[in-house]
């Protein structure tokens, strides 16, 4: 089964298919909410979601995958989503635990690495919606993540390749104190303007002049002469994005000039029940595809490693 086909049901189940837009921006696994805050500076009205806030925004919950695939639904034509979903599953520190070394879906003997693959799947489903609705998206994660790999994901954005940018930022540049490079993919055409942004060489001098500045990682050799890695404690304060990055971005959407804040907003692109999303797309299956939302199918209140809470019967679709 498609993903329009799947998603339909959640629409018409929460009384959503006659409602219009709302917003203007949705920021997915926002923590600092720098991107919507920043956008709101620029008279947006941006929504910003993260489990951190509230346990419901968890997408790997029922209520949380209706939470996002709503708050798409309810974005305006030319509107935003950014998702910046967790990446320490991904990266290139943390590939050897999570066996994403040996298969981008990694030793799925694990809850977490389970989760993870499954929370990629769901978000696809968003991106999905968004394409069909006509509303922008963006995936941020570090450059050195193998997430782009997964499947599901991959299969959507070989599909819609025609469609999208890609832009390689330096968060360095923006103040951040330590080098970290991000890649962002989607088919906001602002992405062209922050594409490229690097570190000048005195920029570099003088972070590495810097004392204090954040030493993300621990690099050392084995008795055998083996490289080994891991992370500090310096590395989770470089997940919230500098200021600057956040301000940069919302003025590239605003001069983009495809999402006018001082004009109504539009509603969304209709979608159709006929819609085969899932034709084209090799190799992903119907049980895959069941897999990936067997809580909701199931009628289980949450995936295995989401959030713990009270949440409502979800719906089966």
């Given at each position: 089964?498609?993903?329009?086909?799947?998603i339909?049901p959640?629409?018409?189940?929460?009384?959503?298919?006659?409602?219009?837009?709302?917003?203007?921006?949705?920021?997915?696994?926002?923590?600092?909410?720098?991107?919507?805050?920043?956008?709101?500076?620029?008279?947006?009205?941006?929504?910003?979601?993260?489990?951190?806030?509230?346990?419901?925004?968890?997408?790997?919950?029922?209520?949380?995958?209706?939470?996002?695939?709503?708050?798409?639904?309810?974005?305006?034509?030319?509107g935003?989503?950014?998702?910046?979903?967790?990446?320490?599953?991904?990266?290139?520190?943390?590939?050897?635990?999570?066996?994403?070394?040996l298969?981008?879906?990694?030793?799925?003997?694990?809850?977490?690495?389970r989760?993870?693959?499954?929370?990629?799947?769901?978000?696809?489903?968003?991106?999905?919606?968004?394409i069909k609705?006509?509303v922008?998206?963006?995936?941020?994660?570090?450059?050195s993540?193998?997430?782009?790999?997964h499947?599901?994901?991959?299969?959507?954005?070989?599909?819609y390749?025609?469609?999208?940018?890609?832009?390689t930022?330096?968060?360095?540049?923006?103040?951040?104190?330590?080098?970290?490079?991000?890649?962002?993919?989607?088919?906001?055409?602002?992405?062209?303007?922050?594409?490229?942004?690097?570190?000048?060489?005195?920029?570099r001098?003088?972070?590495?002049?810097?004392?204090?500045r954040?030493?993300?990682?621990?690099?050392?050799?084995t008795?055998?002469?083996r490289?080994?890695?891991?992370a500090?404690?310096?590395?989770?304060?470089?997940?919230?994005?500098?200021?600057?990055?956040?301000?940069?971005?919302?003025?590239?959407?605003?001069?983009?000039?495809?999402?006018?804040?001082?004009?109504?907003?539009?509603?969304?692109?209709?979608?159709?029940?006929?819609?085969?999303?899932?034709?084209?797309?090799?190799?992903?299956?119907?049980?895959?595809?069941?897999?990936?939302?067997?809580d909701?199918?199931?009628?289980?209140?949450?995936?295995?490693?989401?959030?713990?809470?009270?949440?409502?019967?979800?719906?089966?679709?």
């Amino acid at each position: 089964m498609g993903y329009i086909k799947r998603i339909i049901p959640i629409i018409l189940a929460l009384g959503l298919w006659g409602t219009g837009p709302d917003k203007h921006v949705v920021e997915e696994f926002a923590g600092d909410a720098q991107i919507a805050g920043n956008l709101r500076q620029m008279g947006y009205v941006a929504l910003a979601l993260d489990s951190r806030y509230e346990k419901v925004h968890d997408v790997l919950t029922a209520k949380g995958f209706y939470v996002l695939i709503a708050s798409v639904w309810t974005t305006c034509l030319g509107g935003l989503l950014w998702l910046a979903p967790p990446c320490s599953s991904w990266v290139w520190m943390s590939r050897s635990s999570t066996g994403r070394h040996l298969h981008v879906l990694g030793d799925r003997a694990y809850a977490n690495v389970r989760a993870q693959n499954a929370l990629v799947a769901r978000i696809t489903y968003a991106v999905v919606l968004c394409i069909k609705r006509g509303v922008h998206w963006i995936i941020e994660q570090p450059s050195s993540s193998v997430m782009w790999d997964h499947p599901r994901l991959q299969a959507v954005l070989g599909k819609y390749k025609n469609m999208t940018y890609t832009a390689t930022v330096e968060l360095g540049t923006y103040n951040l104190e330590a080098r970290k490079e991000l890649r962002l993919v989607g088919t906001s055409p602002h992405l062209r303007a922050l594409d490229g942004t690097k570190m000048t060489a005195e920029q570099r001098m003088y972070m590495n002049m810097d004392e204090d500045r954040k030493r993300t990682a621990k690099h050392w050799k084995t008795a055998d002469g083996r490289p080994m890695s891991r992370a500090t404690e310096d590395l989770k304060p470089t997940q919230s994005y500098p200021l600057g990055f956040g301000a940069a971005n919302a003025v590239a959407f605003y001069d983009e000039g495809i999402c006018d804040p001082t004009q109504p907003m539009q509603p969304g692109l209709r979608i159709s029940s006929d819609d085969d999303e899932s034709a084209g797309i090799e190799d992903l299956t119907a049980s895959d595809d069941d897999e990936y939302l067997k809580d909701l199918l199931n009628g289980i209140d949450m995936w295995e490693g989401a959030s713990e809470g009270e949440f409502a019967v979800p719906l089966l679709v």
